[in-house]
Protein backbone atom coordinates (compact mmCIF):
# COMPACT_ATOMS: atom_id res chain seq x y z
CA UNK A 1 0.00 0.00 0.00
CA UNK A 2 1.50 2.98 -0.83
CA UNK A 3 2.27 5.72 1.68
CA UNK A 4 0.18 8.85 2.24
CA UNK A 5 2.17 11.99 1.50
CA UNK A 6 2.34 14.48 4.62
CA UNK A 7 -0.26 17.04 4.82
CA UNK A 8 1.66 20.14 4.85
CA UNK A 9 1.05 22.09 8.05
CA UNK A 10 -0.11 25.58 7.85
CA UNK A 11 1.02 28.34 8.44
CA UNK A 12 -1.66 31.32 9.43
CA UNK A 13 1.23 34.09 10.48
CA UNK A 14 2.73 33.29 7.21
CA UNK A 15 -0.64 33.21 5.02
CA UNK A 16 -1.56 36.52 6.77
CA UNK A 17 0.05 39.53 7.75
CA UNK A 18 -0.80 40.27 11.78
CA UNK A 19 -2.33 43.37 10.74
CA UNK A 20 -5.10 41.07 7.97
CA UNK A 21 -5.58 39.01 11.12
CA UNK A 22 -6.44 41.95 13.37
CA UNK A 23 -8.96 42.93 10.66
CA UNK A 24 -10.72 39.68 10.05
CA UNK A 25 -10.87 39.43 13.48
CA UNK A 26 -12.52 42.79 13.57
CA UNK A 27 -9.74 44.45 16.35
CA UNK A 28 -8.30 47.96 15.92
CA UNK A 29 -4.96 47.55 13.38
CA UNK A 30 -2.31 49.23 14.67
CA UNK A 31 -0.50 51.48 12.17
CA UNK A 32 3.01 50.60 14.15
CA UNK A 33 2.72 47.08 12.38
CA UNK A 34 2.02 48.22 8.78
CA UNK A 35 5.06 49.43 6.92
CA UNK A 36 3.18 49.25 3.41
CA UNK A 37 -0.63 49.43 2.59
CA UNK A 38 -2.71 50.15 -0.34
CA UNK A 39 -4.44 53.36 -0.96
CA UNK A 40 -8.42 51.43 0.41
CA UNK A 41 -7.18 50.41 3.27
CA UNK A 42 -5.59 53.84 4.58
CA UNK A 43 -8.65 55.15 4.09
CA UNK A 44 -10.43 52.85 5.35
CA UNK A 45 -8.35 53.00 8.66
CA UNK A 46 -8.75 56.97 8.49
CA UNK A 47 -5.41 57.79 6.13
CA UNK A 48 -5.72 61.00 4.35
CA UNK A 49 -3.65 61.64 1.44
CA UNK A 50 -1.20 65.14 1.87
CA UNK A 51 -2.17 67.66 -0.70
CA UNK A 52 0.33 68.13 -3.43
CA UNK A 53 2.26 64.93 -1.74
CA UNK A 54 3.98 62.93 -4.39
CA UNK A 55 5.55 59.89 -3.13
CA UNK A 56 7.08 56.09 -4.53
CA UNK A 57 4.90 53.63 -5.02
CA UNK A 58 5.21 49.75 -5.70
CA UNK A 59 3.46 46.46 -6.20
CA UNK A 60 3.10 44.01 -3.61
CA UNK A 61 1.28 42.23 -0.87
CA UNK A 62 -0.52 44.74 1.43
CA UNK A 63 0.25 44.88 4.68
CA UNK A 64 -3.21 45.08 5.52
CA UNK A 65 -5.43 43.40 2.99
CA UNK A 66 -3.05 40.71 1.90
CA UNK A 67 -4.21 41.71 -1.67
CA UNK A 68 -1.12 42.44 -4.20
CA UNK A 69 -1.70 46.00 -5.15
CA UNK A 70 0.22 49.63 -5.53
CA UNK A 71 1.15 50.56 -2.16
CA UNK A 72 2.71 53.42 -0.55
CA UNK A 73 4.50 53.94 2.92
CA UNK A 74 2.49 54.24 5.45
CA UNK A 75 4.12 57.43 6.96
CA UNK A 76 3.41 58.96 3.09
CA UNK A 77 -0.36 59.36 4.85
CA UNK A 78 -1.42 61.89 7.41
CA UNK A 79 -3.76 60.21 10.32
CA UNK A 80 -6.20 60.95 12.80
CA UNK A 81 -3.47 60.96 15.49
CA UNK A 82 -0.69 62.89 13.62
CA UNK A 83 1.28 60.32 14.51
CA UNK A 84 3.26 57.83 11.53
CA UNK A 85 4.39 60.92 9.37
CA UNK A 86 7.52 58.78 8.74
CA UNK A 87 10.42 61.19 6.39
CA UNK A 88 8.25 64.42 6.60
CA UNK A 89 8.34 64.90 10.02
Known sequence: ??????????????????????????EEVDLDDISYLCAECAEELGGVWPKDHCATFH?????????EKSLANVGDWDWPDG???????
Do not use: Y
Not at 59 to 67: F, L, M, Y
Not at 83 to 88: A, D, W
Open 83 to 89: KHRGMRD
Open 1 to 26: MPKKKEEEEFDLDAAFPQASLDRLLG
Open 59 to 67: VAECNVCGE
